[in-house]
């Protein structure tokens, strides 16, 4: 199941079978919290039923003048539509189309909850980030959270390893099968995970700059490091650089 279908499959149940860490999401949505406070415009791109968004521009000291919102489900979409208020809400897949006519000169663009998980190749995943980059303002910001393949406080030193010498011999293109039951039925959808070298090269290859690489303890939001948290990368684009 394409993850489009399997989160339209899951939005009427996203708050109870979500199973995502309350502590690494609070930990996350604080940091995005204090540059939500400072962006003139922010975007939240993958923003699932806008709860979550919600929430943090509720923690943020100051309010952008300019609140998007979208995600690649049409069934969360319409949810959000509903839930993000003082948003514009559109479905939209990076993936797949370009922005939005609206989606321009964003000074503040996040990608929450492994948006970039769902985009399977690394060709869709450079075409994705490509328009992504785009829509942000020269001097903006784009922060996204991913699952790093490389913790092994989360999946195991076993898996980690033996995927690293599986991924080093061509084997291994760092995705697996995430399932959830619901209502008796199983759903399910292929996820990747990345690497910090991965993601800082599909940024540097879009032109923006990586400026800050936080990792996290998943199941309690305390500092980790390289191999035993999920990561979180800052990047901005330079002043001077094109917009959609």
Known sequence: MISNHFYDALA??????????PQFNA??????????SRASSWLDIGTGDGHRAMRILAASTAQPTRLLACDSSAQMTAIAE??????????????????????????LISLLGNVFGHVLTPSDRSIAMRRVAAVLSPGGQLVLDFNNRRNMRQYGWTNVTRRALRYAAGGDDGTFVARKNIDGTEISTGVYLGTVKEYRDLLSATG?????????????????????????????????????
Do not use: M
């Open 82 to 107: 509903r839930t993000c208020t003082g948003f514009a809400v559109q479905n939209w897949n990076p993936a797949e189309t370009e922005p939005p006519a609206t989606f321009n000169n964003v000074a």
């Open 27 to 36: 930990r996350v949505d604080a940091h995005v919290a204090q540059k939500v």
């Open 208 to 244: 923006l700059d990586v400026t800050e690489t936080l990792f996290i303890d998943y199941r309690t939001g305390a500092d980790a490091g390289p191999l035993t948290g999920q990561a979180l990368l800052v990047a901005t684009k330079p002043q001077g650089a094109t917009t959609a």
């Open 12 to 21: 009427p149940h996203y708050q109870s079978a979500s199973g995502v860490s």
